[in-house]
């Protein structure tokens, strides 16, 4: 079983940067594909990054904005987001997968979710 625990949400104005931390459990965090969706109120969870063995790739509406790295060491996954927007207002999830395809889809295991408000 895989436990994700996000952390760093909160409020900021737009233009702002905010760093999004997950810490997982589990011997087998380095072999596992790692990702974010999120979720805007009324609106589905989308795809927002993922990263597998040093490949990392973003929506569109993040990239050159938001950047996905990893801490194998501390079995912890990070999510810099600057140049904010109003509309990345969204609670954000920390996935995991064994398939790197898979875990742009259909996440095996979700976190808790952690608020992100950007304010205009």
């Known amino acids: 079983q895989v436990q994700l625990v996000e952390s760093g949400g909160g409020l900021v104005q737009a233009g702002g940067s905010l760093r999004l931390s997950c810490a997982t459990s589990?011997?087998?965090?380095?072999?596992?594909?790692m990702g974010w969706f999120r979720q805007a109120p009324g609106q589905e969870r989308e795809f927002v990054a993922r990263?597998?063995?040093?490949?990392?790739s973003y929506a569109d509406s993040v990239k050159g904005r938001f950047t996905i790295s990893r801490d194998n060491a501390k079995n912890t996954i990070y999510l810099q987001m600057n140049s904010l927007k109003p509309e990345d207002t969204a609670v954000y999830y920390c996935?995991?997968?064994?398939?790197?395809?898979?875990?742009?889809?259909?996440?095996?295991?979700w976190g808790q979710g952690t608020q992100v408000t950007v304010s205009s």
């Open positions: 996935t995991a997968d064994p398939s790197y395809n898979r875990i742009m889809t259909q996440p095996t295991y």
């Open positions: 589990g011997r087998t965090f380095s072999s596992y594909a």
């Open positions: 990263t597998m063995s040093g490949i990392t």
